[in-house]
């Protein structure tokens, strides 16, 4: 009953070591470093989304939002503050988790396409913002910044695109640690019932809303630093990362690695950011055949890459008793009962 | 049965557009006590239950729960208070596992459930024997993890109870426990609303239909007829009802009891 688990456990330990291996991997591939760390950074973001859409059920189509806000956070303290390397990542992380804090309690009461259409539009509040106050923000054109050096204790070094990635990978791993421990904990677990059914949750005398206030507040965080490592990465933030657009291919990645596994938004980014690099390099239609490969990939898995698999394996070994996250456990041989379809009146 | 009222309504009403679905009902649930509501169909006995679960909101009336009023509280706030319900078509978390399904609320009763960090292996332990402990009251710890969506509709129901015990409760809600359910299951649910006052001493307030079930199993019996209250008594008392028997029951049907 616990070898699935075990298996799970080591499978993302040994992710996580080859992803540490990650330059010189990307040197044998023919891959930037930047490329990579964009990887990393997305998938972070993704997570987030992962958490309201995979674990809770929640189509959440304004994470870019938090997003952008955590890429101008990082700009706007570099640029007019003079901030360290370490200090715009707080601070693109605050905005993010701050910009959460404002729409939550909007969102609070929508469920399903209203939950989805209202984070639509106030995502697209905050993308009109940065676009138009352009004193701030520099408008449509974006806002250059240099990316500061890094100082930690004696450490004082400038950021190249290695050392880059090293932080990047950080916080990837010190955010798949905490998505761990969050899906595992109480309060994730109750997350998951929130998806399967909203209304027992209210019976067994939870307020369901509080749950989803703190799930929508952690996604903000994680976008927000996900925002603010690409502003660092790209030395730039501009409006377009605020755009619903870019909360789609959030939604897409999630969907497409596996919504409610841990690491389903990580396949998602890889396929997406590696994808879209080498396409468009071959076609300017790149979209087209990315496109093209998505389709194939849901009619494929539907249950999204990493999802499809753990189903897979599921059903060829016992349910696990507690593990939540690797989909519906696979009927028994002790067979299904049918049951009785019944109206409530 | 000392005259500790644990649940009262008082002149409740709730309309669906030109529907007066429940019209000024009213009861009395005494501490202790298995009290059923009876009626034909849409004699409202759902629609006033929701008004005392906190499902809906009543248009009017009150609702105390041990002479608190919480008639506008919110449904999650009644089950910290102590209520619980279950409902026609079991309320459950399909595609998790009956362990799983009881754990929510264990862990909710014990005020962990907000926690971002896993419990202590103590925690842990405690919670595990709490969920034991309802397995072994339904008699299900075979199927501890089994999805419950993939459970016969009987099975489904006794997870239900279970859950709706993790709370800790002092009244239970049963909204018709019997419906849709087979002879012998109806018999295993029986048996359960029995321990569920005997064993562990809860306030039951069932809806039912059978009229067999409410005869053998309440203390007191409310009926309710096209959104009014008919009768309300002891089972036998009920039973010989000139009123009840013209609205609901058919002499032919009691005579059989």
Same mark, same amino acid.
């Given at each position: 009953m616990r070898s699935g688990r075990r298996t799970a456990l080591w499978g993302g330990v040994a992710v996580l070591v080859v992803l540490a291996a990650g330059p010189a991997i990307g040197t044998l591939l023919h891959l930037d470093t930047s490329i990579l760390s964009e990887v990393l950074l997305t998938a972070i973001g993704a997570m987030g $989304?992962?958490?309201?859409?995979g674990y809770t059920g929640l189509p959440i189509f304004g994470n870019a939002a938090f997003f952008g806000l955590g890429a101008y956070g990082a700009a706007l303290s570099v640029k007019d503050f003079n901030a360290g390397f370490l200090l715009a990542l707080l601070i693109g992380l605050a905005a993010g988790l701050a910009g959460g804090l404002i729409v939550a309690p909007f969102l609070l009461r929508r469920r399903n396409i209203y939950f989805g259409l209202l984070s639509i539009a106030f995502g697209q509040v905050f993308y009109f913002i940065a676009y138009r106050f352009s004193d701030l923000t520099g408008g449509e054109d974006g806002m250059a910044f240099p990316r500061p050096p890094l100082k930690v204790g004696p450490l004082h070094s400038p950021v190249d695109e290695t050392l880059m990635y090293y932080v990047v990978y950080a916080l990837f791993v010190?955010?798949?640690?905490?998505?761990?421990?969050?899906?595992? @904990?109480?309060?994730? %677990?109750t997350l998951v019932a929130i998806k399967?059914?909203?209304?027992? =949750?209210?019976?067994?005398?939870?307020?369901?809303?509080?749950?989803?206030?703190?799930?929508?507040?952690? *996604? *903000?965080?994680?976008?927000? $630093?996900?925002?603010?490592l690409y502003g660092l990465l790209l030395r730039f933030a501009f409006p377009l990362l605020m755009d619903w657009h870019e909360s789609g291919n959030f939604i897409l990645m999630t969907l497409l690695g596996g919504a409610g596994t841990i690491f389903g938004p990580l396949i998602g980014a890889i396929i997406f950011v590696i994808g879209k690099d080498i396409i468009s390099t071959i076609t300017p239609a790149w979209e087209i055949v990315l496109g093209a490969f998505f389709i194939a990939c849901v009619l494929g898995f539907p249950r999204g890459i990493l999802g499809t698999i753990a189903d897979t394996i599921a059903r060829r070994s016992a349910p696990d008793a507690d593990s939540l996250d690797a989909g519906p456990p696979a009927p028994t041989d002790q067979g299904r009962v049918a049951v009785t379809p019944e109206t409530g009146a | 049965m000392n005259g500790d009222v644990i649940l009262e309504a008082v002149d409740v009403c709730k309309h669906f557009g030109g529907v007066q679905a429940v019209d000024h009902i009213g009861i009395r649930v005494e501490r202790g006590s298995l009290h059923a509501v009876i009626g034909p169909n849409g004699a409202g006995k759902t629609t006033f239950f929701n008004t005392l679960s906190g499902f809906y909101l009543p248009d009017s009336g009150s609702v105390r729960f041990e002479g608190v009023d919480v008639t506008n509280e919110p449904?999650?706030?009644?089950? =910290?208070?102590? !209520?619980s319900r279950t409902f026609q078509t079991p309320s459950i978390f399909p595609e998790l596992t009956v362990y799983q399904n009881l754990l929510i609320g264990t862990q909710a009763r014990r005020g962990v459930a907000f926690r971002l960090s896993l419990p202590s292996a103590k925690q842990r332990a405690d919670i595990d024997a709490r969920i034991d402990e309802l397995l072994g009251f339904v008699n299900l710890r075979a199927a501890s993890s089994r999805t419950v969506?993939?459970?016969? +509709?009987? @099975? %489904? /129901? #006794? $997870?239900e109870i279970a859950m709706s015990l993790s709370t800790e409760p002092k009244l239970v809600l049963l909204d018709e426990p019997m419906t849709g359910l087979a002879e012998a299951e109806t018999a295993r649910i029986m048996s359960v609303i029995h321990d569920l006052h005997d064993r562990l001493g809860l306030t039951v307030l069932f809806v039912e239909h059978n !009229? /067999? $079930?409410?005869? @053998?199993? *309440? +203390? /007191? =019996?409310? =009926? #309710?007829?096209?959104g009014r209250l008919l009768a309300e008594g002891p089972p036998a008392e009920i039973a010989a009802n000139e009123a009840v028997r013209d609205a609901y029951l058919g002499k032919e049907i009691i005579e059989r009891v």
């Open positions: $989304v992962n958490l309201l859409l010190a955010a798949v640690v905490g998505f761990w421990l969050i899906v595992r @904990s109480p309060f994730g %677990q399967q059914n909203e209304l027992r =949750v209210r019976y067994l005398g939870l307020n369901a809303d509080r749950f989803i206030f703190v799930g929508i507040v952690v *996604a *903000a965080a994680y976008a927000g $630093v996900a925002g603010a | 449904n999650w706030r009644r089950i =910290v208070r102590g !209520m969506g993939e459970l016969a +509709h009987g @099975s %489904q /129901r #006794l $997870v !009229m /067999r $079930v409410v005869l @053998s199993l *309440a +203390h /007191r =019996v409310t =009926v #309710l007829d096209r």
